[in-house]
C-alpha cells in the first residue's frame, strides 16, 4: 500500500488533508464540509474514522493525544511513508484509465419492467432532485471564486448534473407521448420464447400491475393478451391466414400458447385491446393453470420441475373451491405433498406417471400454490419423521398385542395442540409450510418430548433408553447430523 496501491478514495483524502497539518478526526469532517466535497464525493463521518484507523495501522499515519478545553482527542500526524503513499496514489488517480459510472443507470436499464405511469413519476423525482443539486452546486462555486482548483471541480460536476438534467427530460418526454426519436419503444418488453418463459412474463406483468397489450406470434399465426393492472381483460388470436379467431376458440388458442416452443413476444403498455377482442373473465393464476394444462413435453416442464427428484411443498392452505377448478387428478398430487416426498414418490401416491405429475407440478406451480422446497426444511421433515416413526415401531415388542395403538393414541391426545398426528404408527404433518425452520424445529421437538414422556411413562425410562440407542443406530447419517443441528435427539417437555 505504500507505493499507493490500494488506497480508496477516501484513504487518498484524508491523506491529501493531513498533508497540510496535523489533524484530529471532527477537523476533517469539518475541511469536507467546508471545501463542499461531500458534493462531488461520496463520503460519510464514518468512511473518515475508518480511513483513519487503516491508515494508523499500515504506518501512513501516527496518532498522538491532545487535551483542550475539552475531551482528549486523537490528533493524527503523515508519516513520510504516508506521504509516499500519497503522491503514488494521485499518480494513479490522476492517469486513471476507470471509466465514470453511474448506479443511476441501473434502475433506467429495468425501466421497461415497470407501469409506465410509476416510472414516469420515479423519474420526475429525480429530475426535481437533480434541479435541487444544480442550485446547490451553483452556490458552492459562488463560495469556491477564490480557489480555480475547487472551481474546476464543481464546474465539472455542475456539466454532470446539467447533461443528466436533459437526458431525464428526453426520457420523460418519450414517456408522455412527446417524440423523441433516440429513447423510441425503451418501454417496450421483447424478447424471444426460446430465452423467456412466458409463465414468468405474464406473471412480471401481473406482479407489475402493468396496463397493456402482450403480443406473440410464430411468424405465422399472432395471439394478443391485453391486461389492465396486471389482470387479463381480453385476448385475440389470428390464424396463419390472416384470419380472426372466433371468440369461443381464442382462451384455447391462448392456452395453447404455453406449448409454443419457438417465437417472439412484445408487451407495449401503449397499446390497449383491441377492438372486437374476446372478454376474459379469470384471474391471472387461472390463466396460468389453464396454460399449463396444455403443455405436453419436458422441455418446458423442466423449466419448473427440474427431475424426478424435486421436491415441493404447499403455499399454506388455499381454498381450492371457486376459480381454481381442480381437476381430480391435480386435486390428490396436491395433497400429496407434504415437504418430504419426491416428483417419484407422489407419482406413486398417486397412481400417476412421473411425466403426468410432473405436468400437474408444473401447472400448479406457475399457479403459486406450490413452490420448490427449502433443502434444509426438507432434511429437518424428513429427519423428524424417521426419528419419531422407528420410535414408534421400536415399542412393539413391550405393547400388549400388535393392534395396540394406545401409545399412539395417547401422544395425540397431549400433542392435540400441535400441527401433527400419529396415525397408527405413521406421522400426518400439517405444520405451516411457510413456517421458519428454527420454528418448525420447535414444534418437531415439543412433539418429540410428549412422545419420549409417554414412552418412559408406559415402559420405563432403561426401555426408553435402550429404544433410543437403537434408533440412533437406524438413522441414515445423513438425516442424525440434522437431528443433531436441531436437537431433536434431546427433545423434552
Given at each position: 500500500?505504500?507505493?499507493?496501491?490500494?488506497?480508496?478514495?477516501?484513504?487518498?483524502?484524508?491523506?491529501?488533508?493531513?498533508?497540510?497539518?496535523?489533524?484530529?478526526?471532527?477537523?476533517?469532517?469539518?475541511?469536507?464540509?467546508?471545501?463542499?466535497?461531500?458534493?462531488?464525493?461520496a463520503i460519510s463521518p464514518a468512511a473518515v474514522y475508518y480511513s483513519l484507523s487503516k491508515l494508523h495501522r499500515r504506518g501512513l499515519v501516527t496518532e498522538t493525544r491532545a487535551r483542550g478545553e475539552g475531551p482528549e482527542r486523537s490528533?493524527?500526524?503523515?508519516?513520510?511513508?504516508?506521504?509516499?503513499?500519497?503522491?503514488?496514489?494521485?499518480?494513479?488517480?490522476?492517469?486513471?484509465?476507470?471509466?465514470?459510472?453511474?448506479?443511476?443507470?441501473?434502475?433506467?436499464?429495468?425501466?421497461?419492467?415497470?407501469?409506465?405511469?410509476?416510472?414516469?413519476?420515479?423519474?420526475?423525482?429525480?429530475?426535481?432532485?437533480?434541479?435541487?443539486?444544480?442550485?446547490?452546486?451553483?452556490?458552492?462555486?459562488?463560495?469556491?471564486?477564490?480557489?480555480?482548483?475547487?472551481?474546476?471541480?464543481?464546474?465539472?460536476?455542475?456539466?454532470?448534473?446539467?447533461?443528466?438534467?436533459?437526458?431525464?427530460?428526453?426520457?420523460?418526454?418519450?414517456?408522455?407521448?412527446?417524440?423523441?426519436?433516440?429513447?423510441?419503444?425503451?418501454?417496450?418488453?421483447?424478447?424471444?420464447?426460446?430465452?423467456?418463459?412466458?409463465?414468468?412474463?405474464?406473471?412480471l406483468i401481473a406482479s407489475g400491475r402493468h396496463s397493456g397489450t402482450l403480443t406473440v406470434t410464430d411468424g405465422a399465426s399472432v395471439r394478443s393478451l391485453s391486461f389492465h393492472g396486471g389482470r387479463p381483460v381480453c385476448a385475440t388470436a389470428q390464424g396463419p391466414d390472416g384470419e380472426v379467431r372466433a371468440p369461443e376458440h381464442v382462451l384455447n388458442d391462448i392456452c395453447d400458447l404455453f406449448r409454443w416452443q419457438e417465437g417472439t413476444f412484445?408487451?407495449?403498455?401503449?397499446?390497449?385491446?383491441?377492438?372486437?377482442?374476446?372478454?376474459?373473465?379469470?384471474?391471472?393464476?387461472?390463466?396460468?393453470?389453464?396454460?399449463?394444462?396444455?403443455?405436453?413435453?419436458?422441455?418446458?416442464?423442466?423449466?419448473?420441475?427440474?427431475?424426478?427428484?424435486?421436491?415441493?411443498?404447499?403455499?399454506?392452505?388455499?381454498?381450492?373451491?371457486?376459480?381454481?377448478?381442480?381437476?381430480?387428478?391435480?386435486?390428490?398430487?396436491?395433497?400429496?405433498?407434504?415437504?418430504?416426498?419426491?416428483?417419484?414418490?407422489?407419482?406413486?401416491?398417486?397412481?400417476?406417471?412421473?411425466?403426468?405429475?410432473?405436468?400437474?407440478?408444473?401447472?400448479?406451480?406457475?399457479?403459486?400454490?406450490?413452490?420448490?422446497?427449502?433443502?434444509?426444511?426438507?432434511?429437518?421433515?424428513?429427519?423428524?419423521?424417521?426419528?419419531?416413526?422407528?420410535?414408534?415401531?421400536?415399542?412393539?415388542?413391550?405393547?400388549?398385542?400388535?393392534?395396540?395403538?394406545?401409545?399412539?393414541?395417547?401422544?395425540?391426545?397431549?400433542?392435540?395442540?400441535?400441527?401433527?398426528?400419529?396415525?397408527?404408527?405413521?406421522?400426518?404433518?400439517?405444520?405451516?409450510?411457510?413456517?421458519?425452520?428454527?420454528?418448525?424445529?420447535?414444534?418437531?421437538?415439543?412433539?418429540?418430548?410428549?412422545?419420549?414422556?409417554?414412552?418412559?411413562?408406559?415402559?420405563?425410562?432403561?426401555?426408553?433408553?435402550?429404544?433410543?440407542?437403537?434408533?440412533?443406530?437406524?438413522?441414515?447419517?445423513?438425516?442424525?447430523?440434522?437431528?443433531?443441528?436441531?436437537?431433536?435427539?434431546?427433545?423434552?417437555?
Amino acid at each position: 500500500m505504500e507505493d499507493g496501491r490500494g488506497l480508496t478514495r477516501n484513504d487518498l483524502l484524508v491523506l491529501g488533508l493531513l498533508l497540510d497539518r496535523p489533524m484530529h478526526g471532527y477537523e476533517i469532517l469539518q475541511q469536507i464540509r467546508a471545501a463542499d466535497i461531500d458534493l462531488w464525493l461520496a463520503i460519510s463521518p464514518a468512511a473518515v474514522y475508518y480511513s483513519l484507523s487503516k491508515l494508523h495501522r499500515r504506518g501512513l499515519v501516527t496518532e498522538t493525544r491532545a487535551r483542550g478545553e475539552g475531551p482528549e482527542r486523537s490528533i493524527y500526524h503523515l508519516t513520510d511513508r504516508g506521504r509516499q503513499a500519497f503522491f503514488a496514489g494521485m499518480e494513479e488517480a490522476l492517469a486513471s484509465q476507470e471509466p465514470n459510472r453511474s448506479d443511476y443507470d441501473l434502475g433506467v436499464y429495468f425501466l421497461n419492467k415497470l407501469p409506465q405511469e410509476q416510472a414516469l413519476s420515479l423519474l420526475q423525482q429525480r429530475l426535481e432532485f437533480l434541479r435541487r443539486r444544480e442550485a446547490e452546486v451553483s452556490q458552492a462555486r459562488q463560495r469556491a471564486a477564490s480557489d480555480p482548483l475547487r472551481c474546476a471541480i464543481l464546474s465539472r460536476v455542475a456539466t454532470c448534473v446539467r447533461t443528466e438534467q436533459a437526458w431525464l427530460e428526453g426520457i420523460i418526454r418519450h414517456l408522455r407521448g412527446e417524440e423523441v426519436q433516440e429513447y423510441r419503444g425503451m418501454m417496450l418488453l421483447t424478447g424471444d420464447l426460446r430465452d423467456f418463459h412466458l409463465p414468468d412474463l405474464i406473471k412480471l406483468i401481473a406482479s407489475g400491475r402493468h396496463s397493456g397489450t402482450l403480443t406473440v406470434t410464430d411468424g405465422a399465426s399472432v395471439r394478443s393478451l391485453s391486461f389492465h393492472g396486471g389482470r387479463p381483460v381480453c385476448a385475440t388470436a389470428q390464424g396463419p391466414d390472416g384470419e380472426v379467431r372466433a371468440p369461443e376458440h381464442v382462451l384455447n388458442d391462448i392456452c395453447d400458447l404455453f406449448r409454443w416452443q419457438e417465437g417472439t413476444f412484445t408487451f407495449d403498455q401503449r397499446v390497449g385491446p383491441q377492438e372486437g377482442c374476446t372478454v376474459l373473465q379469470l384471474s391471472t393464476e387461472a390463466l396460468l393453470l389453464a396454460g399449463a394444462r396444455w403443455v405436453d413435453n419436458w422441455m418446458t416442464i423442466q423449466r419448473v420441475v427440474p427431475s424426478a427428484e424435486a421436491i415441493f411443498e404447499r403455499r399454506g392452505e388455499v381454498d381450492l373451491s371457486g376459480e381454481w377448478r381442480l381437476t381430480p387428478e391435480e386435486q390428490a398430487v396436491w395433497q400429496a405433498l407434504d415437504g418430504i416426498r419426491d416428483v417419484s414418490e407422489v407419482a406413486r401416491a398417486c397412481d400417476l406417471t412421473e411425466f403426468e405429475t410432473s405436468k400437474i407440478l408444473y401447472g400448479l406451480s406457475i399457479a403459486g400454490l406450490i413452490r420448490p422446497g427449502d433443502v434444509e426444511k426438507v432434511r429437518l421433515r424428513r429427519a423428524f419423521r424417521e426419528f419419531t416413526e422407528l420410535l414408534c415401531r421400536a415399542t412393539r415388542p413391550y405393547r400388549a398385542s400388535p393392534d395396540d395403538f394406545s401409545c399412539e393414541e395417547e401422544v395425540n391426545r397431549r400433542a392435540a395442540d400441535l400441527p401433527i398426528q400419529f396415525n397408527r404408527s405413521r406421522i400426518e404433518d400439517r405444520t405451516d409450510p411457510a413456517m421458519r425452520t428454527e420454528e418448525l424445529a420447535e414444534v418437531y421437538r415439543r412433539f418429540l418430548g410428549i412422545q419420549k414422556e409417554v414412552v418412559r411413562e408406559r415402559f420405563g425410562e432403561t426401555v426408553l433408553r435402550r429404544l433410543l440407542q437403537q434408533v440412533v443406530s437406524q438413522i441414515n447419517p445423513s438425516l442424525m447430523e440434522t437431528i443433531q443441528r436441531y436437537q431433536l435427539n434431546g427433545a423434552r417437555i
